[in-house]
């Protein structure tokens, strides 16, 4: 499948010799040091005895065979069940829903929903292939000595703990990409190029931010190329541009079904990307970051490695993984949290191992160097990756998981059976819906407001998903207006939501715009110990709004409400300023948050995502808990809760304008 290798070993014993000295029963030979000491090298048979361990060992910790049941234990399972319910009804990532993680990602995480489980193992099946292939490439074909392999082996080992972490998969297909570019510019093969650049381009299909990096990786490649030869590198740069570009645009075409969701699908996934830093930005441990920077300082050592011996090798691994590591350190450090740390460091482990294919560990300081560097790094990755669960990630290292998951796989139907067992044991009790509520939703179409709800699946409700897969992600203006349209034209009978936001937020100003929405179309029908239970009216309760006062306010400023018996709405437009839009391209904004006094004198302090608060909030009835929530939902006129004035600040304010435009509304039936 893949050509042979078209640069020199200079001196190296490739593969091929090491079997034929094998059988010419070639003597060991000792080696003596220039001080005379006697070194002995390992025999023939040994060294290829070795190679294959560590094939197969590679082939064991990525193999992607992997399958998942519902759970609430972990908020990301809940999109992992989204995408599974979704690919089953037959919505379309860009048509029906939006979400950054692309149209067949679902196939990596199946559940035992229609016919996924099984496309699932099949697709997994085929990757591992591609992944086994690639590493007979790398192994047996690409000519590099055996230690070169060995710390390759060990660092790739370290990177798959991001790919089989239960809160945030990665995504395989870079692996085999890499390791073919990698070959390509160390031993030469057009089949290698084409092949890793159509790899690329499948990324599109399994998650937009790989798509990106991926980006980033060709747009590397391309200077270097113009930088070694511009007469020779026009086939090369007209194939980096066209081939991925080709392969995304027409596997997105048949897995959407029109140009129209291959557009949507760009459209949203870059929408969610762009308010990432601003919503879900949290700040973390500054040892996280320090250790971050020391793990680039560790692969800029490397690259200098590979320096002593070619500088245009150096030069071609600066140019391709310098965009994509700056994409993944602000991708770990905007949310600054175990799995997006870990993600990170598992890239950099990833990026360091294929540097070392490159190092001459045939000399002294390159060797005692890189065995510095890796246990350097080895140290960093389990202070700051593997500390959290420690015997996962040792699992994880050494592939101990592999056969089992294998194993089940081998048999479905016990699979399915186990699935669902564990399934009903992360439901259990109280956290399934209530059977009150589920008796009166009985077969009708259901939607949850919650942020958590795979254990719709469980409960066997008829449910339908908002467009954006869980609310705490409609964090632009676009994307909760995207949300209250479809409340608007497509709301189902029932609404269930549990009164909890993520990250402090307060519920109703994490979406303002679905939450009004709902509020003009559904009253409350149950209130039961964890949930509640909405159902839509016959008519909207009101018709438009009314502007009823204006102001302009500072960060650190009260915003008293209006005295009035009836709700009054607010909308506020802060924009970012100068300072703040650098932050939000690369680095991270700072959180803001919003004091809310109540009339009786309590005081709560919410997390609030400024750039949607230009859609309507509720203000002086602005609910907090469930109880008000079903409150304020209901019909009674009288309420036993009230807001007397807002506040707002933040650490960050610079990041925002100085005048931020308040708005008070009435709502007129």
């Not at 905007?334 to 001459?360: E, K, N, S, W, Y």
């Not at 449910?463 to 207006?481: E, G, I, N």
Request: hydrophobic share 50%; glycine share 8%; aromatic share 12%.
């Amino acid at each position: 499948m893949f050509c042979k290798p078209d640069k020199p070993l200079g001196g190296k014993l490739g593969v091929m010799a090491e079997v034929a000295q094998s059988v010419s029963h070639t003597p060991v030979v000792p080696n003596y040091t220039h001080a005379g000491f006697r070194r002995f090298s390992l025999s023939t048979n040994a060294k290829v005895a070795l190679r294959w361990v560590l094939f197969l060992y590679l082939g064991l910790v990525l193999c992607p065979i992997r399958s998942l049941a519902p759970t609430g234990k972990i908020v990301d399972n809940t999109w992992f069940f989204a995408l599974n319910y979704a690919a089953a009804h037959h919505l379309v990532i860009g048509q029906d829903i939006a979400w950054t993680w692309g149209p067949l990602f679902y196939l990596l995480i199946p559940f035992d929903i229609g016919d996924n489980l099984a496309r699932g193992l099949a697709f997994q099946a085929a990757l591992w292939v591609l992944v086994v292939v690639v590493l007979w490439d790398l192994f047996f074909r690409g000519g590099f000595r055996l230690r070169n392999l060995a710390v390759f082996s060990v660092l790739i080992g370290l990177s798959t703990l991001d790919y089989h972490q239960i809160w945030y998969p990665g995504n395989l297909l870079l692996y085999p990409a890499l390791m073919l570019l990698v070959l390509f510019r160390l031993r030469g093969g057009i089949v290698r190029y084409v092949t890793a650049l159509a790899i690329m381009g499948l990324m599109s299909l399994l998650q937009i931010f790989d798509m990106l990096v991926a980006v980033g990786l060709i747009a590397g490649l391309i200077v270097d190329f113009f930088l070694r030869d511009r007469q020779t590198a026009r086939l090369n740069v007209v194939l980096a541009v066209t081939v991925p570009a080709a392969v995304a645009i027409v596997c997105c075409r048949f897995a959407l079904g029109s140009f129209q969701a291959v557009a949507g699908y760009v459209e949203w996934s870059l929408e969610l990307t762009r308010g990432y830093s601003v919503a879900m930005s949290t700040s973390g441990p500054r040892v996280e970051l320090v250790a971050a920077i020391e793990g680039i300082i560790l692969l800029v050592a490397t690259l200098l490695l590979v320096m002593l011996r070619d500088r245009e090798e150096s030069r071609f691994f600066s140019l391709v993984l310098g965009g994509p590591i700056l994409m993944n350190l602000k991708h770990g450090f905007v949310r600054q949290d175990t799995p997006h740390i870990i993600a990170f460091f598992c890239f950099l482990a990833m990026a360091l191992a294929l540097v070392t294919l490159a190092i001459p560990l045939n000399q002294r300081f390159t060797s005692v160097g890189t065995a510095v560097v890796l246990l350097l790094f080895a140290i960093l990755w389990q202070d700051h990756a593997a500390s959290n669960d420690l015997g996962g990630a040792i699992a994880s290292v050494t592939g101990l998981g592999t056969p089992s998951r294998v194993w089940d796989a081998s048999r479905f139907e016990h699979l399915r059976r186990s699935l669902n067992a564990e399934g009903r044991g992360n439901y259990a009790g109280d956290t399934r819906i209530e059977p009150e509520i589920k008796l009166i939703v009985g077969d009708e179409p259901v939607a949850f407001l919650s942020n958590v709800y795979s254990n719709a699946l469980m409960d066997r409700l008829s449910l339908v998903l908002f467009p954006v897969l869980q609310r705490y992600s409609a964090y632009t203006p676009y994307l909760d207006q995207l949300d209250a349209t479809w409340i608007h034209d497509k709301g189902p009978r029932f609404l269930i939501f549990d009164g909890l936001a993520i990250d402090g937020q307060h519920p109703w100003t994490e979406s303002p715009a679905t939450w009004t929405e709902v509020f003009r179309w559904y009253n409350t029908r149950m209130l039961g110990k964890h949930n509640l239970l909405l159902e839509r009216r016959a008519g909207p309760r009101f018709l438009q709004f009314q502007r009823i006062a204006h102001r302009t306010i500072h960060f650190d400023e009260d915003l008293t409400m209006p005295i009035s018996p009836d709700p009054v709405f607010w909308t506020m437009k802060c924009p970012l300023s100068s300072t703040g839009q650098l932050r939000a391209l690369v680095a991270r904004v700072p959180a803001v948050m919003m004091d809310m006094n109540g009339k009786d004198g309590r005081t709560q302090s919410f997390r609030v995502i400024v750039p949607v608060l230009e859609a309507p909030s509720l203000g002086n009835y602005l609910p907090s808990s469930l109880a008000e929530f079903a409150e304020i939902f209901g019909e009674r006129e009288h309420r036993d809760f009230s807001v007397a004035k807002l506040k707002f600040r933040s650490l960050g304010k610079s990041a925002y304008r100085k005048d931020c435009e308040v708005e008070f509304l009435r709502a007129l039936p």
